[in-house]
């Protein structure tokens, strides 16, 4: 029965080399088509890119600065051109700024109650009910314009809700990717603790196998159970990067 026990050992071993080993190819193969990307992208010749043995593992993803002004909202793309729109339809683009900007630091968790109250309501519903020239007569740039043309016109309106809607959407997905930050960081945070109980666990198994209190099928077990964790560690990691990238993006890359 111990030989037929010692066998089953030997045999889960050999299954684990193999399926590690092939865990290794398909990573391996990650890294090349990774690297070959970013040669592209550098115009470097292929394979003059080296990856260090610690890799992502001992970088830690940049810190962002607990509320960050709203004004980094103007450095995206979309609300540039929201602006320029404004500027045609003959609006103050900085009067539109602080009447339709949230009021208060970009931060995770942040609702809606940082916007003004009366410019939530800027909508085609509210314009039926004659809230326009009230709401944005303020924006009107008066240089230049005849007395019988300060009110608010369909092409004002049009870039004015245009421009409040594209504000909210940055402004939500910039919360959003704060919020998710925040949370891949105590994840993480988790894991690694994970990690460090399971390790110290495989030192135990080794010693409790050496004393013959254990056998190695455990020790396998416990050695799997680490990979797994740290592999797991390392798949939030890279998602914390990658958050960290679509934030850069979100806020127009003004912050960094």
């Not at 990650?30 to 593992?57: D, E, H, K, R, Y």
């Not at 959407?169 to 994970?194: F, H, I, P, S």
């Not at 396998?220 to 993006?249: C, F, G, N, P, S």
């Amino acid at each position: 029965a111990k030989g037929r026990e010692d066998q089953l050992a030997v045999l889960r071993y050999a299954a684990e080399v193999r399926k590690n080993k092939s865990i290794l190819f398909h990573l391996n193969q990650q890294m090349a088509q990774a690297l070959n990307m970013l040669s592209v992208i550098l115009a470097q010749p292929s394979g003059q890119l080296q990856i260090t043995s610690s890799g992502m593992v001992s970088l830690s993803v940049p810190s962002v600065a607990a509320g960050l002004s709203s004004d980094l909202l103007g450095a995206r793309p979309d609300i540039r051109k929201a602006e320029r729109e404004l500027q045609a339809a003959r609006l103050d683009v900085k009067a539109a700024r602080a009447a339709f900007y949230p009021q208060v630091s970009l931060r995770a968790g942040a609702g809606l109650e940082a916007f003004k109250t009366a410019y939530l309501q800027l909508s085609p519903e509210a314009m039926a009910y004659n809230l326009a020239d009230d709401l944005i007569g303020p924006l009107v740039n008066r240089r230049g314009l005849k007395a019988h043309m300060r009110k608010a016109n369909a092409r004002q309106i049009q870039a004015a809700l245009e421009y409040q809607q594209t504000i909210l959407k940055g402004y939500g997905e910039v919360v959003t990717l704060l919020t998710k930050q925040d949370n891949m960081a105590q994840a993480m945070a988790r894991q690694g603790e994970q990690v460090a109980l399971l390790e110290e666990g495989v030192g135990v198994s080794k010693q409790l196998f050496q004393s013959a209190r254990a056998d190695y099928v455990e020790v396998l077990m416990t050695q799997r159970e680490a990979l797994e964790a740290k592999m797991e560690w390392i798949e939030t990691k890279k998602e914390q990067w990658l958050t960290w990238m679509d934030l850069y993006v979100a806020l127009g890359g003004g912050w960094f």
